[in-house]
């Protein structure tokens, strides 16, 4: 029963990111011309050729899914069916919100903006792509092809291969539809990379703090009393001076950071802490449904 709630959690999943991941295409990036790699470049390329050079237009789902067609027969050839099962799911969905949310009006009224059209691209088209790779599947394309280019020769990383191909769908886009339009799509490109990050490491930002003092006991007390959070002491060793220490470690939202440090002021102004940035906390006090984040 676990396992079928699980399934379904991850479809619901899947079906939200392709359907803002197509929004975000049709809504903005296609009108207005910006090609963000991908084969969702691709698509948009296809469909202002088709309109120039054929007289019709080739709709984004069909060329989406005329491209990832060969490219799903290749990697089951590599790997099995089970490999690309789940990331076959999220590539017939897509072509099929492609469609669906083309006949959606675009509520934002970006008019030609392309500044503005690009941002909004970019948030629409990076929370989806965040949220269908958190259930481990993936939209097809450029990663796809990257993952068998990665298998017939191990030597390239896939990293550099995706980068290496959506670099020449934006050239092609470039040809296309202008340089101007190509930098704004590069923009697009950042914004979306830094959305799927956060969506992936997640947001629920937090701060963990390393106390070194003379008075850690009483800074202890003050901490799990007055915040309250638990604090964990770890066994030191100063290198300069050769002696034995402790230094306390407590994790606190980011709301709390401030009253943490005007308590540690208060009890010892020689203190020295250290503060750093936690992208998720899970555990008690935080997040503590732990398939929250799955």
Excluded at 27 to 41: E, M, N
Excluded at 184 to 202: D, F, H, P, Q, R
């Amino acid at each position: 029963m676990n396992k079928l709630l699980i399934k379904k959690n991850e479809f619901i999943q899947i079906l939200l990111g392709v359907t803002l991941l197509a929004l975000g295409i049709n809504w903005f990036t296609s009108p207005l011309g910006l090609v963000t790699g991908g084969i969702s470049g691709i698509t948009i390329i296809v469909k202002a050729l088709s309109v120039k050079y054929l007289g019709f237009e080739i709709p984004l789902w069909i060329t989406n899914f005329a491209l990832n067609v060969p490219l799903f027969v290749v990697s089951i050839k590599q790997r099995g069916f089970e490999f690309a099962k789940k990331s076959l799911w999220s590539v017939v969905l897509l072509s099929c919100a492609l469609w669906y949310t083309d006949f959606l009006p675009n509520i934002f009224e970006v008019n030609g903006d392309l500044l503005l059209g690009g941002v909004f691209g970019a948030i629409f088209i990076g929370l989806g792509v965040g949220i269908v790779l958190r259930t481990g599947a993936t939209t097809g394309g450029t990663d796809m092809f990257a993952a068998i280019i990665r298998f017939i020769n191990p030597k390239f990383p896939i990293a550099k291969v995706m980068l290496g191909i959506d670099s020449l769908i934006i050239l092609a886009g470039l040809m296309v539809f202008g340089s101007n339009k190509a930098m704004y799509a590069i923009i697009a490109v950042y914004i979306t990379s830094k959305i799927i990050t956060n969506v992936l490491e997640g947001v629920n930002y937090a701060k963990a703090v390393f106390i070194m003092s003379d008075k850690n006991d009483i800074i202890a007390q003050e901490i799990m009393q007055k915040i309250p959070r638990g604090v964990t002491g770890i066994k030191a060793n100063g290198k300069y001076t050769g002696n034995d220490k402790e230094m306390l470690f407590v994790v606190v939202s980011q709301k709390e950071i401030t009253k943490l440090r005007n308590l540690i002021r208060n009890v010892d102004e020689q203190a020295f802490v250290t503060i750093a940035d936690v992208r998720e906390v899970l555990g008690e006090g935080f997040i503590e449904d732990y398939t929250a984040t799955l």
